[in-house]
């Protein structure tokens, strides 16, 4: 299964978003801390404004008992009135407590302070109602024992409690606080990790989805430009990089096919200005030759003479076919299709060998052929003369390269667009691999052309088919021709 690729700009992205999380991650941090010490900043405010007011309830309420003392013992006529002056005062101070107060022990707290301040204005306030020509004994048991050691003492030990309070709040706060900053710092060190991790990872992946491909890329161009068109760029996981390899593999591919094209066409094109002329100043000649060897011929000629004839006009013959050969591979090949099936083709490419299989005795096994009727029948679309030139070079060099009363086997399979001729021969087997780019094959007869499988692989390639050569198990050669059923009129000559 081949590996999804990732782009390019799905890693940058990923890696941009990296960044912003990171940079959120320090503004929420650091947002966090600034708000935590903002409410530990209003706590603490908010608790010192209790702990002052409550002072100046307890410095007020002290003045009023010295108002108190002045009018009985100094007769003062301002007292009462600058007792009413502080009462609204202290009133004023238990308002402000109420709104800062938060929570119901705080609240319950002032309220009992109030509850208890309002007790001492009661009791106070009646003593100035009262007749001021009171006894010492009687005045001393009121201020001493009443007020001070009743509800003065009461105040103050509701006073106290009430400090208590705030100070436990102000100590939970100061340890909240710490306990905040310990965190904070803490906090701050994620971040500063993450900024390590991200740096390390940028580095890493830099250096391998970007500079290594590259690099890549760059020696693979290098190897391509000094001429070594089969050298690959390497297959990255990057997407954008995988296309810029494929797309470098690619041009060094059709390259390399225009290299090849352009060697076989200069080779075509020599040997296209050399052959007709080589063959146009060696057949005037042989016909010459031919034409006397005939003159000669005469049954009353001695048997070595007429063999000594007969040899020089089957070799002129066996030249005359050689330069024909060449000629016919150098011509472009134009198709000319029509209907015809491959039973009359193999028949018509085995008729002129029937002397040269009945000579070797071979064993020739032919395929049952399909009736025209048939689902799949061996009807074609394709050009009968070419196909049967190929057929009877190929059927030739495996009857030359077998032996005495050695099989040659023809098998047909037929499928629903193509057909697969079998040549299958037990011969020597072939001492080299056919290239189908080759101008000529290496031959093993003794006045072999070389033609005949080049001329083969280009008859299947303009008909739009292949052909392959492998060898048997147990020596000889397999030969598989594959045919469209139809041949594609627009298929080019070569």
Known sequence: MAKKKTSLKDLLLIHELAFILLIFLVASIGAIGIQLQDQSSQESNRINSLVQEMQQTRGDLYRQLKELFDAYFLDDPEARSEYN????????????????????????????????????????????????????????????????????????????????????????????????????????????????????????????????????????????????????????????????????????DKLLTSQENLIRTEKQAAQGLLVPMLAHNIR??????????????????????????????????????????LLAYLHPLQPQPTDTNIHEIVSGALTPLQQKV??????????????????????????????????????????????????????????????????????????FTPDPSAMSAPTTKRFGTGIGIPFAFKVCDVLGGSLQFTSRHGGGTTIVITLPKTLNTAHRAV
Request: hydrophobic share 40%; charged share 20%; aromatic share 6%.
């Open 284 to 325: 005037n000649p042989l016909a010459s030759i031919r034409a006397t060897a005939q003159v000669m011929d005469d049954p009353n000629n001695n048997a070595e003479t007429q063999e000594s004839i007969n040899g020089i006009i089957n070799t002129v013959d066996r030249l005359e076919r050689w330069t024909g050969a």
């Open 85 to 252: 002056q502080f009462t609204v005062s202290v009133e004023s101070h238990f308002k402000q407590l109420q709104l800062l107060a938060v929570g119901e022990a705080e609240k319950a707290a002032i309220h009992d302070l109030h509850a208890g301040y309002q007790a001492f204005v009661s009791e106070t306030s009646a003593l100035f109602d009262q007749d001021a020509h009171l006894n010492s004994d009687d005045l001393k048991k009121i201020l001493n024992t009443d007020l001070e050691a009743g509800l003065f003492n009461r105040y103050e030990s509701l006073l106290a409690s009430t400090e208590r309070l705030l100070n436990q709040k102000q100590t939970e706060l100061d340890t909240q606080l710490k306990n905040s900053k310990r965190k904070s710092n803490y906090l701050l060190f994620t971040p500063l990790l993450l900024a390590i991790l991200l740096l390390l990872f940028s580095r890493v992946f830099l250096k391998r989805s970007i500079v290594r491909p590259i690099e890549g890329l760059l020696h693979a161009t290098t190897e391509i430009s000094a001429g070594n068109l089969t050298h690959k760029a390497p297959d990255e996981n990057i997407e954008e990089l995988a296309s810029l390899s494929k797309a470098v593999n690619e041009m060094a």
């Open 358 to 431: 009945a000579e070797k005795s071979i064993q020739l096994s032919l395929p049952n052929w399909p009736k025209s009727n048939a689902i799949y029948n061996d009807e074609i679309f394709t050009d009968h003369h070419l196909l049967e030139q190929v057929i009877y070079n190929l059927m030739l060099n495996a009857i030359d390269a077998s032996s005495k009363n050695a099989p040659i086997e023809i098998a047909l399979k037929i499928t629903q667009s193509e057909f697969n001729l079998y040549l299958m021969d037990r011969g020597s087997g072939m001492p």
